[in-house]
């Protein structure tokens, strides 16, 4: 693999961001100035660099004792199938390990990416208020 920077920060700029939030179906539209909202209220973000290229992101919601949520794990196209996801995942689950119980939402065909990084499916039920555009 390639050697790229690896750094936690949320000193992005949003355009870099919406760019590759474009390349998927639940961030395509968010606006500017709501990334920028994401970005200053996300206490653990994870950005990868190819020199200036913002390449991969992630980001945890999290209380740091009890729960995380994991969300926008994204890598660019042009960069997929490199390991760059499981890299993002491997050192967000490293900053989060003292907390109690993290979680993630995702598509049905990511599932075994997840559960190769230790994730297992509960037996909860998963519930929701959306209020995001269709």
Not at 1 to 29: P, S, V
Not at 44 to 62: K, M, N, Y
Not at 80 to 89: F, L, P, T, V
Request: hydrophobic share 45%.
């Amino acid at each position: 693999m390639t050697d790229y920077l690896y750094e936690f920060t949320i000193n992005i700029y949003e355009g870099d961001l919406a760019r590759l939030f474009e390349q998927t179906a639940w961030a395509a539209k968010r606006s500017p100035a709501a990334i920028r909202a994401l970005l200053t209220n996300t206490p653990v973000c994870l950005c990868v660099w190819d020199g200036a290229r913002l390449i991969g992101f992630g980001r945890a919601v999290t209380d740091d004792v009890f729960r995380a949520l994991i969300e926008d794990v994204v890598v660019d196209k042009d960069y997929r199938q490199q390991g760059i996801g499981a890299e993002i995942m491997r050192r967000l689950l490293e900053r989060l390990d003292h907390v109690e119980e993290i979680l993630l939402n995702c598509e049905d065909h990511l599932i075994p990416f997840y559960e190769r990084l230790g994730f297992q499916r509960t037996g909860m039920t998963y519930m929701n208020i959306w209020k995001g555009s269709p």
